[in-house]
C-alpha cells in the first residue's frame, strides 16, 4: 500500500511565488525522486537524489534528501503559469528496486 | 528520438478478454517497469524487469503478467481483465547506470483502459 505521504495535496498560488512541496516516510528511503506530470503524458523525472543531505538544483527547482533519509522536499522559486502540472515523489528503499510514489500535489498557478 | 512508446493509448474491452498492452524503448535501457495510475493514489508499480528473462513484483502484482524476451520489450499482460483493471497504465525506463540507479527516467505516454 501507500507508504509515501505527499504534502500538500493542491496548491493555488500566484505567479512569482515559490512553492514548497515535501514527502515523508515512516521507512528509510536510498533514492529519493521528483516528477512532474501535465494533463495526458507521462511523467517526467525533474530531480534525483542518492545521498542523505543532498540538496540538488535543476533551473527553478530545488529538492534536497532529508538527513533521516525518511523524507525529502521540493522548491520552485519564481513560479511561472508553466508549472501548473502535478508533481510527484518517489523513494526507493535500501536493498531494493521497488519504486513507491507519493499520491502527488497538484499545483496551480494564476497569472 | 529517445521513448518509451506504449500501444495502444486508449483501450475499452469486456470483462475476461485477455489483452497485451505493448511497451517499447529505444534507447538500450536494462530497467523497466510498469505502473498503474488511479486517482488519489499516484503511481502504483505493477512488475518491474532488471535486463532480459529478469522480472520481479512491485506492489500490485496481481491479475497481471509480464514477459521480458528482449531488451527493447516489456509488454503486460492481463490474462482475464476486470472492471477494477480500468486506469491508466505507464511504462518506463532506465539505463542501469550510477547516474539513473535503475530508477525511472523516462515513462512512456500511457494506456488509458477500460474494462466493462
Known amino acids: 500500500g501507500q507508504q509515501l505521504n505527499q504534502s500538500p495535496q493542491s496548491m493555488f498560488i500566484q505567479e512569482g511565488e515559490d512553492v514548497s512541496m515535501n514527502c515523508t516516510s515512516s521507512?528509510?528511503?536510498?533514492?529519493w525522486l521528483w516528477y512532474k506530470q501535465d494533463p495526458g503524458e507521462g511523467p517526467v523525472l525533474l530531480i534525483a537524489?542518492?545521498?542523505?543531505?543532498e540538496l540538488t538544483s535543476n533551473g527553478r527547482l530545488t529538492a534536497q534528501f532529508g538527513i533521516t533519509r525518511k523524507d525529502s522536499f521540493l522548491n520552485i522559486s519564481a513560479s511561472i503559469p508553466s508549472d501548473v502540472g502535478i508533481y510527484f515523489c518517489?523513494?526507493?528503499?535500501?536493498?531494493?528496486?521497488?519504486?513507491?510514489f507519493g499520491a502527488g500535489t497538484r499545483l496551480f498557478v494564476k497569472a | 528520438e529517445a521513448q518509451v512508446t506504449q500501444n495502444p493509448r486508449y483501450l475499452i474491452t469486456v470483462t475476461g478478454k485477455k489483452l497485451t498492452v505493448t511497451c517499447s524503448q529505444n534507447m538500450n535501457h536494462e530497467y523497466m517497469s510498469w505502473y498503474r495510475q488511479d486517482p488519489g493514489l499516484g503511481l502504483r508499480q505493477i512488475y518491474y524487469s532488471m535486463n532480459v528473462e529478469v522480472t520481479d513484483k512491485g506492489d500490485v502484482p496481481e491479475g497481471y503478467k509480464v514477459s521480458r524476451k528482449e531488451k527493447r520489450n516489456f509488454p503486460l499482460i492481463l490474462e482475464s481483465p476486470s472492471p477494477n483493471q480500468t486506469s491508466l497504465y505507464f511504462c518506463?525506463?532506465?539505463?542501469?547506470?550510477?547516474?539513473?540507479?535503475?530508477?525511472?527516467?523516462?515513462f512512456g505516454q500511457g494506456t488509458r483502459l477500460t474494462v466493462v
Open positions: 518506463a525506463s532506465s539505463p542501469a547506470d550510477l547516474a539513473f540507479g535503475n530508477t525511472e527516467a523516462f
Open positions: 521507512s528509510i528511503f536510498n533514492t
Open positions: 537524489l542518492y545521498k542523505a543531505g
Open positions: 518517489a523513494g526507493r528503499r535500501t536493498g531494493g528496486f521497488k519504486t513507491i
